[in-house]
């Protein structure tokens, strides 16, 4: 779909870290810019 990565590094004990990586889109117009992005969402 967004053609990213997902990766997990998990420790015993220690906890885990998970790395999303996603392809940026360049753009001059940003209306494109939020269409191409509407559907991303961050949990923190």
């Given at each position: 779909?967004?053609?990213?990565?997902?990766?997990?590094?998990?420790?015993?004990?220690?906890?885990?870290?998970?790395?999303?990586?996603?392809?940026?889109?360049?753009?001059?117009?940003?209306?494109?810019a939020?269409?191409e992005?509407?559907?991303?969402?961050?949990?923190?």
């Amino acid at each position: 779909m967004h053609e990213g990565t997902i990766r997990v590094n998990s420790t015993l004990g220690e906890g885990s870290e998970f790395i999303i990586e996603l392809p940026v889109v360049l753009t001059n117009d940003i209306s494109e810019a939020i269409e191409e992005i509407s559907d991303i969402y961050v949990i923190k």
